[in-house]
């Protein structure tokens, strides 16, 4: 059985759980459940903290896990990342009161706040800066109007918490984070079959199958707006001089190749989306 480490509260919880039903695995029926066994599926889930997934991970304890890269590495685990997972997106990154700090070597000698002191530490250390951490868990940014710290450093998506708080974001990217697969032993059987389904749910996240009809005299055009993946299906028709052509497409692109098409000389032009894929 392959033990996963699925986050069960937090920002990144309901799209892992999300992606992982989409995968085709069991879910928990009781929300407060902390284990869940698939024996179909030939794993078990566990239902963990996000800070404390990069732990366990890397302590050998679970084989692989979902979690935040700003929580891995922040945690110092052993554990390393397999796959980003394209969800969770966000920056991390120093903030202070507008006019206080300008660059990073002003932060020298400052108090700065953090629920990520692993990962601010070692930023800072591999910059010959030296500050003091102020280890807090959670609404840090309340810290400099507080006044137990002069700067912050944190999690930002909108930046709606900063302004709200006076603070503006200063120095350089820390980290641009998102979620991600972990695992210290990703040679592990059931790993790489955990991977691909993940995989094949982000397909099916960002592509569309895009199915039209086309005079053949101009599948050469045509193939240039839809490479497809390896190179487009070409089915004959009734009618000798047409084709029908599939092929995936990237999502966001959808409606410009329609149009596209339909300027070429395509018609009947049919876009569906993709349940599952295995690439
Ligand atoms: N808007 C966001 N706020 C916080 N974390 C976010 C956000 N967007 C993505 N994340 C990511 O989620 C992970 C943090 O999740 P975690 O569950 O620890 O904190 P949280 O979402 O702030 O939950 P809570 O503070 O309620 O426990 C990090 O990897 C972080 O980069
Ligand atoms: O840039 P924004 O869109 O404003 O989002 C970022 C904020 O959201 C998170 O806080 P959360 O609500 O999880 O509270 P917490 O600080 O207690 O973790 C994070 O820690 C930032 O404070
Ligand atoms: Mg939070």
Known sequence: MLRIAVPNKGSL??????????????????????????????????????????????????????TGRDLLLDSGSEAVEIQPLEFGDSTFRFAAVPGTVHELADLEGRRIATSYPGLVGAFLAERGVTAQLIRLDGAVESAVRLGVADAVADVVSTGSTLRAQGLEIVGPVILESTAVLISAKPELLGTATLQRRLQGVLVARQYVLIDYDLPRELLSLAQAVTPGLESPTVSPLADPDWVAVRAMVPRHETNHVMDALYDIGARAILVTPIHAARI
């Open 13 to 66: 919880s309901e799209t892992a759980v999300e992606m992982l039903a989409e995968a085709g695995y069991a879910g928990r029926r009781d929300p407060r459940a902390l284990t869940v066994a698939d024996p179909r599926n030939g794993v078990e889930f566990f239902y963990l903290r996000p800070r404390d997934i990069a732990t366990y991970v890397g302590s050998g304890a679970l084989d692989v896990g979902i």
